[in-house]
């Protein structure tokens, strides 16, 4: 039942195929993504968003592997919030459910003690295991180049060698950090002479000059035993912590162990913790198109430009505006004579600023979050194992949904203390378990559950089920909910 | 059954009283307010607008003028697409059923046709009559003031002079024209020198320092036959026009003669087609804070500022943001490091503007219109004499509606052809005919209204009530509606 898309039109070698059954991936996706509101929500961080494409960004991260790495041999390292969402996205893009392909961090504590976390579970898979580690939230263009890449520092990390993957700069970028390459090992990899913190513009500017700096894009590829040692050696409180929770793997204490040793931990990264300390590390310089995608404003380096330097996504009408950002959606977004701007407008929130201080969306992610306000937590539309939801509108005591089930697919068997529901089917045809009857509905039919009374929601048709939910009662948060059964074996929310 | 809004405080004398008997108003309505938009819309022009205060501005300048001159003798010229919209409006405010205080444009020729127009119908109810022209989107702050100049104009207006009201300037407008004040009549009350065309910068700077030029604001006080005598002088094919109408007040042809004189007419403001060009001209220069609101801009000088020199106005995030307009509802706009910027967000649409390309706002217009889109036409949420109703959402064959009705209301008699309705009340009670049938629906229940059947929708109770309709078929506009019977009088739409 393995589906691989987007697997690219080059084929591997049977040389290279043998080598890449020593190799897994882990995909980390710890991050909140602050700096992509209005787009991104607490419950709908950067990995979880598609920017101008199709696939989400950790969709398209796991499709870009997935020619070089066996589905089975993926893995997502992220925190418990983001497993189901995560799990969805990947099990649809995929074709597999992907609940078996996780480690899970209890708590977020940056890099290292997750990728440490990660080598842990993938040295007892296989003691040779060859880890390749990808930040879930990035894009390359170039997905050929990558896979190229890739299997050169696969090589490098068979001999042993802690690999990070250098990206060659193409302008002065003060966003990342680099690294100093020494002399060469072999074609096309060298020794790592520095790594080198945020420069200024500056500074910058030199690297690019001198042509012997690249980019710290967050790859890397190593043993997960070498990275073992390394943390043993470079963080021995990480090494020790991670050695009583792989004692527990299994157990009954696994999760309870997990927890105590994380909230103990510091948060570090990989980089600063391990790699900038230890000796056997070697570079891959490539030129892959990749984008970290930090802020909005690398949405210019993504995205197609017009004539006057504008990107322009959704519905934007733009009289002379320059060198812009607009992603939009449905709503009219109008702009007259705007210059080096970035507005970005969902259904219920539209962000306006000047690209220079697009690193301070984080500023008003900080008011939203003390205001707890939903603009800060949700999207009006929310996405289900299922299908998805939209809120139409909330007022007091009731509450309209639009909500669109997949066919085949069903809600679980539920039931609310303090709401009753109107279902009005307006596509295709709704199975709905009401109390202990069970019958369907057909567009421009209606049907009533009554507070507290058992009832279930099913697409047993062949194309979408859309349906109008009017809720009733005191109390309408998507809390109030007593679950009987799940196909997707959840234990809360709807 | 006349009540009187917001007249003030301040009490007319006996004598003063007296001299009001003569005074009729002719309010103008005409403008298409392409310069609100998004708040404006072709169906909600603005003087339909309430801009930060409670009364939209024709509803304003009746409340206004109602101290002066009784509401009897208030008089809207407009044209026929607006006449239900500010009957509505003004029925609310005023108490009274305001249908009958008209006189209708068979088509917009600019204020010259409009205002001979209204002194025809003046004229004929008292030869008389003093005339009060005053246009119906502009912003007075002393009311009192205001009070006191009318009555100063209409005195001389009893002396048979055409008298306009000037604005003490108090900055370089260039968007005005101005008037040169002559010698001192009397008190307060000068000849004029000259009329100015919107001079430059500069030019508006001489005038600001000079002292002896004012704002021509759109404010006149003549007899009607006064009026009526200097367009016969000064646009005699006018005169003519309004003549041959006159004559056909009251008969069957009446509309016809009034359409086939004003398709004739060149359009024509009267300033430049008969004040400029007599000789009886007075002026009462004033100082009353005055604004006639002619682009977002505007707003600065009506609204209160914050610290940074903002407007803000609704949901409003802004941080390091200064010199700014923020023009908002419910939704979510999230500012960052905007100075001298306009940001306009309605439900639908968002416009964001420098403050000096305030004018170009209707450029975006022009561009809706030639697209035919909805969001130049209408506002997610339409105004009826009944309530209002709210477009939730439209997809294929469905469309969602909140429907609120005031206590006492009904919808007409309908029936649609295309379409059936699911209605589920969630506040207030329903009375509702269906058929033949007649039932009352409550809170957390629904009804349905099949194709092609007859149904009316009534509140009958003391509170306002609340629906939720959705409408399934295949043709889901206003236009399909087969009305029988309206307490409103209406032919069209629901």
Redesign the interface.
């Known amino acids: 039942m393995i589906k691989i898309q987007n697997t690219g039109k080059r084929r591997l070698s049977t040389k290279a195929m043998n080598k890449t059954k020593r190799l897994y991936a882990a995909i980390i996706a710890g991050g909140s993504g602050t700096r992509f ?2 787009l991104s929500r607490e419950d709908m961080p950067k990995q979880l968003l598609s920017i101008g494409e199709k696939n989400t960004l950790i969709q398209g991260t796991v499709s870009r592997v997935s020619h070089v790495i066996p589905l089975r041999q993926v893995y997502v390292v992220t925190n418990k919030k983001q497993v189901e969402s995560i799990n969805f996205q990947l099990s649809e893009s995929t074709g597999i459910l992907w609940d078996k392909n996780f480690v899970v961090e209890p708590m977020a504590r940056n890099t290292a003690p997750a990728i440490g976390l990660a080598a842990v579970h993938l040295n007892r898979l296989d003691p040779e295991a060859i880890m390749v580690v990808l930040p879930s939230d990035h894009i390359i263009k170039d997905t050929d180049k990558f896979h190229k890449t890739l299997l050169v520092g696969a090589d490098m990390a068979m001999e042993d060698y802690l690999v990070t993957i250098g990206i060659k700069p193409n302008s002065p970028e003060t966003g990342y950090g680099y690294v100093k390459r020494g002399k060469e090992i072999k074609k096309g990899v060298y020794s790592v002479d520095r790594f080198k913190e945020k420069p200024d513009r500056e500074t910058a500017a030199k690297y690019l000059k001198d042509g012997s700096y690249y980019w710290n894009s967050g790859m890397f590829i190593w043993k997960a035993k070498a990275i073992l040692a390394a943390i043993k050696k470079h963080m021995p409180d990480l090494y020790k912590g991670l050695m009583a929770i792989e004692k527990a793997i299994g157990s009954k204490k696994e999760a309870e162990t997990a927890k105590a040793v994380f909230s103990k931990l510091p948060s570090e990264s990989i980089d600063y913790g391990v790699i900038e300390k230890a000796g056997n590390i070697a570079i891959v310089p490539t030129d892959i198109g990749w984008s970290d995608v930090g802020s909005w404003h690398a949405l210019e380096y993504i995205l197609p430009l017009d004539s006057d330097n504008n990107v322009k996504h959704g519905n934007v ?1 733009s ?1 002379e505006s320059k060198n812009s950002i607009f992603y939009c959606g449905k ?8 210059d080096d ?1 970035i ?1 970005v ?1 969902t259904a ?7 690209k ?2 697009a690193q ?2 984080r ?2 992610v900080d ?2 979050k003390e205001r707890g ?1 939903e ?1 800060y937590i949700t999207h009006k539309t929310v996405y289900r194992p299922w299908g998805s939801y ?1 809120v ?2 909330s ?4 509450k ?1 949904k ?1 909500i669109a089930v997949k066919p085949g697919a069903k809600l679980s068997h539920q039931m609310h203390h303090h709401r ?1 529901e ?1 279902w ?1 089917v ?2 295709g045809t709704a199975r709905v378990s009401n109390g202990d009857k069970v019958y369907d509905v057909h ?2 039919e ?1 049907t ?1 559950i009554p507070m507290s009374t058992g009832h279930r929601l099913e697409n047993p048709g062949k194309v979408a089920l ?1 349906i ?1 939910e ?1 809720q ?1 009662g005191e109390y309408l948060e998507e809390d109030d909910i007593v679950r009987f059964e799940d196909m997707y074996n959840r234990k809360t929310e709807s």
């Open positions: 509101w209005p009408i009289i709503r009219v977004v109008a702009a007259i004579g705007l701007m507005v407008d219920d929130a539209t962000l306006i600023c000047p220079g201080r301070d969306v500023k008003i008011v939203l306000s603009e939209t139409l509108e007022g007091n005591r009731f309209i639009r009753s109107h009005i307006v596509a567009p421009n209606s009533y859309e109008i009017v009733n």
